[in-house]
Every structure is written in C-alpha cells, then in structure tokens.
C-alpha cells in the first residue's frame, strides 16, 4: 500500500497541463510542414523567428517594467534588468534581420526537440512506467523517434526545402510523445486515486474523515464542559 502512495505522488508531479504545449508543438509541426510542401517554407521560417524575437522584446519590456515599478532596487535587480534589455534588444535585431538566425535554424529547432525528447524519455522511464501507466513504452518509442529525428536536423545538410520538412514532421513526433505522456499520467493518477481508496487512504476522503473526527472531539469537550 505504500508503494501505491509512492506512485500517486510520482504521477501527481507530472503536470498534464503541458499538454497546450505539445498541441502549439503539433500545429506548429503542421504549418511547417504544408507550408513547406506548397513551396511557402521560407515564408514561415521568417515569420517563425520574428515571431520568437517578438517574444525576447516583450520578455525585455516586462523585465523593464518590474524593474521600474520596484522600489528598492538591489544588485540582483540591476542585472535582471540589464540581462532583459539585452534579450530585448537581441529581439528587436532579430525582428529586423531574421536572416540570419534562419541560417541556423536547423540547430535552434534541433536542440529544442533534443531537449523535449529527453524530458518525455525521463518522464515516461521516471514517472509512468513506475506509476503502472498502460502502454507508457508508446511514448517511449516517440520520445527515441523525436531524440533521433533531433539530432538529424542538427547534423545532417538537408537542402532547405527537406530540412523544413524534417523539422515540421520532429514537432509532430514530440507533440504526439508529449500528449501521449499526459493521457498515460492522467489514466495512472486516476488508477492510483481507485487503489487508494479501495484501500480507505483516499486523501480527500482522509482529510474529510480527520475534520469530523475533530468535530467530534470538539463536540465531546463541549459535552463535558457543560455536563461540568
């Protein structure tokens, strides 16, 4: 029974809310990928970048602001602020030249599904397979896909056009994984919820029972303090 309480607090640290992270994955993996195949892969490349330097300027703004409405303001705070304006002002360049950055976009959009591919592998090893998750070796295999196909876009010389392509089909293949992953930790969490309760350690149900045992309590003292 301890060991069914292990697995619901593994599979409760498990935040299936990143789940609109991997949907904005698969769309954006869509995109690129027709986009491409219709011969508008440059197109949204460009407005890809512009779209994350649009981001760092908004990051530096927001860090100019705190900045600005705190008022005693420390070390720490200087080089927050500093560190943001050099984002923002990286963001700004990138609005106005993206060329550059879509030069090496192959190794920006590998390394992020490197590092997301990794994260679905540890989760589904670390968390489902040890919370009894059913069929968790489904997102395994398209987190070592993803892992692969991440690698590929970083060191293989694809001609634009194809390496657009393998990027757009790697976002739809860590997508999946990471959806695949909240559907297995949101079945896991709900069976180890069943097994605890079963067990009479459902912890709502606990917290319920430990209110009305002090409600009871307190109505014993009363009851002797009156009878006193």
């Not at 100019?64 to 943001?84: N, P, R």
């Not at 590998?110 to 679905?120: D, E």
Request: proline fraction near 2%; include cysteine; charged fraction near 15%.
């Amino acid at each position: 029974m301890a060991k069914n309480k292990k697995n619901k607090r593994s599979i409760d640290t498990y935040n299936a809310g990143s789940v609109i992270v991997d949907i904005v994955m698969l769309i954006l993996g869509f995109v690129f990928l027709i986009n491409t195949i219709m011969g508008k892969g440059d197109q949204v490349a460009s407005i890809f970048v512009r779209a994350i330097g649009g981001i760092l300027i908004a990051v530096g703004v927001l860090s100019a602001i705190t900045f600005l409405i705190k008022k005693e303001k420390e070390l720490f705070d200087w080089v927050i602020m500093i560190f943001g304006a050099a984002i923002g002002v990286f963001g700004i360049v990138i609005v106005i030249r993206p060329e550059p950055v879509i030069s090496i976009i192959n190794w920006i959009m590998g390394l992020i599904i490197i590092v997301y591919a990794i994260v679905i592998i540890f989760t589904t090893l670390g968390i489902l397979r040890p919370s009894g998750a059913n069929y968790w070796g489904f997102s395994l295999i398209f987190g070592l896909v993803a892992l692969v196909l991440g690698f590929l876009v970083i060191f293989c010389n694809f001609a634009t056009k194809i390496l657009m392509i393998v990027i757009g089909i790697t976002l739809i293949v860590g997508a999946i994984g990471g959806i695949a992953n909240a559907i297995l930790a949101a079945q896991a969490r709900k069976a180890a919820r069943k097994v605890l309760k079963a067990a009479g350690l459902d912890p709502v149900e606990g917290s319920g029972d430990k209110v009305q045992d002090n409600t009871d309590a307190g109505s014993s003292d009363g009851d002797d303090v009156t009878k006193f």
